[in-house]
């Protein structure tokens, strides 16, 4: 594997991999396929030399949560909190994450969740995810002038709407999901889009193709 050297030195590259091989582990086949032999031979290397990584298959995991949260969480809270002239807009910019999984990885999402079902340390760290999200979208709709309670429960609607789409496991082509787009706004937010807004997002969605 390229950068990995066992003669008691290691680079970044396979530190990389054994993460990058260890998401796809978890989301193809769950946590309790994350295991150090196991990574070790898909990544065709010796057991050993995970230990020039992590302390611990612990660690690997604590490693991989954190990379959830980096990724996963940060991408809507930081959609949330992008400037936008109306809540239409504002909503669009979080729609981002739902159309492009290079943001937003629904199935490590899915995976985490299914592992939290057998964690209570990893369902607490689901749980103060799900609220730093649902703040954030409850903040962006109290910038555009929603009344406290109803913030919380559109920016609740909003959030559990699109984790039960990936539950269920939806499955709609693009172009019909776009023909949604303007009435979902309407719904999300009880105003009416710009043809502008509608353009500008479809012009990303089309850019931008779910895997």
């Not at 680079?11 to 994350?34: F, M, N, Y």
């Not at 302390?55 to 954190?66: G, H, M, N």
């Not at 729609?95 to 490590?108: A, G, K, Q, S, T």
């Not at 559990?160 to 499955?171: K, P, S």
């Amino acid at each position: 594997m390229s950068g990995l050297v066992e003669n008691g030195t290691a680079g970044r590259t396979a530190r990389e991999d054994w993460i990058r091989v260890a998401l796809q582990t978890l989301v193809s086949e769950g946590v309790e396929k994350v295991r150090v032999l196991n990574l070790a031979q898909i990544l065709g290397v010796s057991r050993s030399s995970f230990y020039w990584f992590f302390k611990s298959r612990r660690d690997l995991l604590d490693q991989l949560l954190q990379h959830w949260e980096r990724s996963n969480t940060s991408c809507i809270v930081t959609r949330a909190e992008r400037p936008a002239p109306t809540i239409t807009q504002a909503v669009l910019n979080v729609f981002e994450c739902w159309v492009n999984e290079e943001i937003y990885d629904p199935r490590l999402d899915f995976a985490v969740r299914e592992w939290a079902r057998r964690s209570e340390q990893v369902r607490q760290v689901v749980d103060r995810a799900d609220e730093l999200r649902i703040a954030a979208l409850t903040e962006m709709y109290r910038r555009h002038g929603f009344e406290k309670v109803e913030a919380f429960v559109r920016a609740r609607i909003l959030y559990f709407m699109q984790i039960g789409y990936y539950a269920l496991e939806v499955r709609e082509p693009m172009d019909q999901r776009l023909g949604y787009l303007e009435a979902y706004l309407r719904g999300f937010t009880g105003c009416e889009p710009t043809a502008d807004e509608i353009a500008r997002f479809r012009s990303f969605a089309e850019r931008h193709p779910a895997a």
